[in-house]
């Protein structure tokens, strides 16, 4: 296996996409039997794509397991052939691409390009899907099989929307909102039911904050974003993992805080700080230092 090929986490399963790898792979699968088998299930999950470049993200979920699949421009500029077909992929997702006549058939039908994009991309991988055992129908399943024993992420996240929901917040604090519990037929929690919010799939971090379109947008973000956390932690509420990635901007370019979940990345929020009202704050100065500087 050479270098870099495939770095896997427990849960969810992170693949890097680097030309090396991606390379390596393309040239190997033709020849391995796995490749004769029967395609495996597999669920497409969010596609994230960005304003500010080409790098894209696939996400995957096969039986209890969820593959993320990150995709660098830049690793792909040291083969011409790969870039080019990587990039039309990419064209293809923007809102505005119209398929020419040589992708629709008689019908006037053409692939789903979203399809066709993970089609191309997954390819390689489809002998690591194979050897991923199918759930068994008559096995019962837990949230613990698949978020890796991680639970206790998903118990706080209930327990802080109990904390907002109790807080009775005025409509100026915008946060999702919990609305129902998504259980099994023994009462077990499986999900979470939020409030909808309306945007167009942008957060903080797709917008290029910088950007002259944005001049007078960002200090507005960072106001909107200091008065929740204000508001949260006077009610003992900590909003943790505080980053750009989770602050969703509405159609009416106001900024929602989401994800309370817990945790910290790097970069935001040092580990131990995480969860507390110090990462918080730690996290909205770089959110400040992200539009800003």
Known sequence: ???NMIVLAPHPLDLRASYSYLQFLFAAAPQRPAMAQQPPIYDIGPFKSSTKNTDTQ???YVSN??????????NFESSPALLAEYLRHVQ?????????????DADGEYEDPLDEMHDWILQPFLPIF???????????????DFYGGDTGITTREILTYSKIHMAKFDSAILTSQLEGLVQDDDGDVMGLVLSYIDYDGATLNCLDGRDPRFSELRQKWVDQISHKLKHLHAHNIIWGDAKAAIVLIDVNEDAYLIDFGGGCTEGWVDKEKSNSIEGDLQGLQNIKRYLFE
Do not use: A, C, G
């Not at 397991?65 to 830049?74: E, G, H, V």
């Not at 293809?92 to 040589?102: N, T």
């Open 58 to 60: 696939l996400n995957v």
């Open 65 to 74: 397991k969820r593959f993320r699949i990150d995709l660098f421009t830049s």
């Open 1 to 3: 296996m050479p270098p």
């Open 92 to 104: 293809h997702q923007e809102p505005e691409w119209i398929p020419d006549e040589s992708e629709v």
């Open 130 to 144: 194979h050897e991923i055992n199918p759930l068994n129908p008559s096995q019962k399943y837990t949230l613990e």
